[in-house]
């Protein structure tokens, strides 16, 4: 992209060639850091609907590109996301920075979407990074025909990990990608896994969960698969130009965001509609990342369960990770389809 990065961060890593960030308008004390990394075909403005929420509750979010959108696999944008990781502690120590200081270098996560979510599995499972929690958003392993083999959920450092998907995903089906890597991940690991009803690929890329994958890329009118196709065609043509083009990266299809923050959705906490998908992660980034035990009960309660969960599954209560004594565990309300 030939985009300026935001100001205040002073350089950008080959790796990660544009970067936008949301810091909390006010806050007093340390802040944490979550780190966003997209998809295939997807400019980090894609998922820049979570950045402001995430903002709004006192995170600062950053949601970065990489260098080819195209192909770039998961491992790429594992290196890519921990490169913005290292920046923003950067950030925090340069003392003409606006964030001088104010990072909470003992809180920092980071979420993926697509492969970009598979990127991020491989980021828990690095040794040394330093994070304290993960959230993949519809995660992949890659190509069908030859997937990403370094997306191993069995080797996560006990890295906390959020898995978040939908249930109508024809692009990553759940049970051949984000239901298969929680049930991968080792069982002392703290673990959720989350699947939206009626969710498709594109559900999860703001908080809102309104959004259909048929938002990143011009499509004719209509659902199902004849629609996919079409959306297929517009994801093609984007790429022959991004790949002719570097700048065309930013096209209408690739770079923009596909939900918004500011809905009465978005802000819902559970159990509420789609928007409860916010609220889900947002406790997961406040029970590692602000270290707030209350929203381990939230997680956990059946009672609690949004009602948009198709299936909703976790070993928070048997598995005490780095913020409290364990107790019995589970799953949330059962499973729902």
Same mark, same amino acid.
């Given at each position: +992209? ?20 949301? *810091? ?8 944490? %850091? ?11 403005? !894609? ?83 330093? =994070? ?7 995660? +992949?392993?890659?190509?069908?025909? %030859? ?12 890295? @906390? ?17 984000? $239901? ?23 559900? %999860?890329?703001? @908080? ?20 996919? $196709?079409?959306?297929? =065609? ?11 083009? *570097? ?22 906490? @559970? ?26 009960? =939230? ?8 009602? !948009? ?7 928070? +209560? +048997?598995?005490?990770? $780095? ?15």
């Amino acid at each position: +992209s030939d985009e300026p990065p935001s100001p205040g961060l002073t350089s950008v890593s080959p790796t990660t060639p544009t970067r936008q960030l949301d *810091p909390p308008s006010a806050s007093s004390g340390s802040l944490p %850091v979550v780190c966003i990394v997209p998809g295939w075909i997807c400019a980090e403005r !894609c998922l820049g609907a979570w950045g402001p929420f995430l903002a709004s509750h006192g995170i600062v979010a950053v949601t970065i590109g990489t260098m080819d959108p195209i192909r770039d696999m998961p491992y790429h944008r594992s290196v890519a996301v921990l490169d913005a990781v290292a920046a923003m502690k950067g950030e925090n120590a340069r003392s003409d920075s606006p964030l001088c200081g104010r990072l909470d270098e003992e809180a920092f996560g980071v979420m993926g979407y697509s492969l970009g979510g598979g990127g991020v599995v491989i980021a828990a499972a690095k040794e040394d990074t330093g =994070l304290k929690c993960v959230v993949a958003l519809t995660p +992949s392993y890659g190509g069908k025909i %030859v997937p990403d083999i370094r997306v191993c959920p069995e080797g996560n450092q006990g890295v @906390p990990i959020m898995f978040l998907t939908g249930d109508k995903d024809e692009q990553a089906p759940p049970e051949e990608h984000g $239901k298969l890597m929680y049930d991968s991940t080792p069982a002392p690991t703290p673990k959720l896994y989350f699947e939206l009803s009626g969710g498709d690929h594109g559900a %999860v890329d703001g @908080p809102a969960g309104t959004h259909t994958v048929h938002h990143l890329v011009p499509c004719c009118p209509g659902e199902g698969r004849g629609g996919g $196709k079409c959306c297929c =065609l517009g994801g093609f043509l984007c790429c022959c130009l991004a790949a002719w083009a *570097p700048s065309m990266q930013c096209c209408w299809g690739i770079g923009q965001p596909t939900a918004t923050y500011d809905s009465p959705e978005a802000r819902a906490q @559970p159990p509420g509609g789609p928007g409860a998908i916010g609220g889900v992660v947002l406790a997961w980034l406040k029970l590692w990342l602000g270290r707030d035990e209350r929203y381990r009960a =939230l997680l956990t309660d059946p009672s609690a369960r949004p009602a !948009c969960a198709a299936h909703m599954e976790t070993n928070l +209560s +048997s598995v005490s990770g $780095k913020n409290s004594p364990a107790g019995p565990g589970g799953e949330v309300g059962g499973g729902g389809g």
